[in-house]
């Protein structure tokens, strides 16, 4: 489904510390997961992604965790920098079968990375 | 990486008018596009699909007539706003999915518009 926010939540940390970014999502038959971070005026920018068939994957300082029970996927980010301070989505799509559907995104989470 | 480019990246035009938008995919070839609308402080919502040399597919709620899109080849997309309105001010993100890695989507950088 689809997910509309008024107001992004935000998430402030102190910089150097680790950051956790929660995303519920909606349609129990996704198979797969894209975390995005996009600035101020721009467009998304693939941070990393993940499988159904898996419940973690890494890469340089990001870490993602699914856990398909609850339907929740979370982001980590290590060591976070002021370059870090973005908005930051989760989306989801069903790619078994060869789909080719569009994104559902989630409703962002706005990180702060404070001095 | 896959390059997607987005042009214009701002455009004012008065109500009533129409407005084209472009999304190349630089240095892949994409047999999807997706167009996106985002408004201020929200999520992206996907508007239609775009096939490389078949009719598009919108979502439910997208007025095709108004949101023209031609996916004229493996590298380019257009939209087109017509007869544009206030109401359609907000910022347009297209993304493209290459043919080698199919999952991925790779977004331009937005085009912000503004109706007056």
């Known amino acids: 489904g689809e997910s509309v926010g008024l107001h992004l939540p935000t998430l402030s940390v102190q910089e150097g510390d680790n950051s956790i970014i929660n995303c519920a999502y909606s349609?129990?038959?996704?198979?797969?997961f894209i975390w995005y971070k996009q600035e101020s005026g721009k467009g998304p920018q693939f941070i990393i992604d993940?499988?159904?068939?898996?419940d973690k994957r890494q890469g340089q300082r990001v870490t993602v965790l699914l856990n398909k029970t609850v339907k929740h996927l979370s982001l980590q980010i290590a060591a976070t920098q002021p370059g870090d301070s973005a908005v930051y989505f989760c989306?989801?799509?069903?790619?078994?079968?060869?789909?080719?559907?569009?994104?559902?995104f989630g409703k962002g989470t706005h990180l702060i990375i404070q001095p | 990486g896959a390059v997607v480019s987005q042009h214009p990246s701002w455009v004012i035009c008065k109500s009533g008018t129409s407005v084209k938008i472009e999304c190349r995919s630089l240095?892949?070839?994409?047999?999807?596009m997706f167009w996106y609308r985002q408004f201020p402080k929200q999520s992206l919502m996907l508007m239609a699909t775009?096939?490389?040399?078949?009719?598009?597919?919108?979502e439910q709620g997208v007025e095709k007539d108004k949101f023209l899109i031609n996916h004229a080849s493996l590298t380019l997309s257009t939209l087109t706003v017509t007869s544009a309105h206030p109401e359609d001010s907000s910022f347009y993100i297209c993304?493209?999915?290459?043919?080698?890695?199919?999952?991925?989507?790779?977004f331009g950088a937005g085009t912000r518009l503004s109706v007056l």
């Open positions: 993304s493209a999915r290459s043919r080698l890695a199919k999952n991925i989507q790779y």
């Open positions: 349609n129990s038959a996704s198979d797969y």
């Open positions: 993940i499988r159904s068939n898996m």
């Open positions: 989306a989801e799509n069903i790619v078994s079968g060869g789909g080719a559907d569009g994104l559902t």
């Open positions: 240095d892949f070839q994409a047999t999807t």
């Open positions: 775009s096939n490389e040399g078949s009719k598009a597919t919108y």
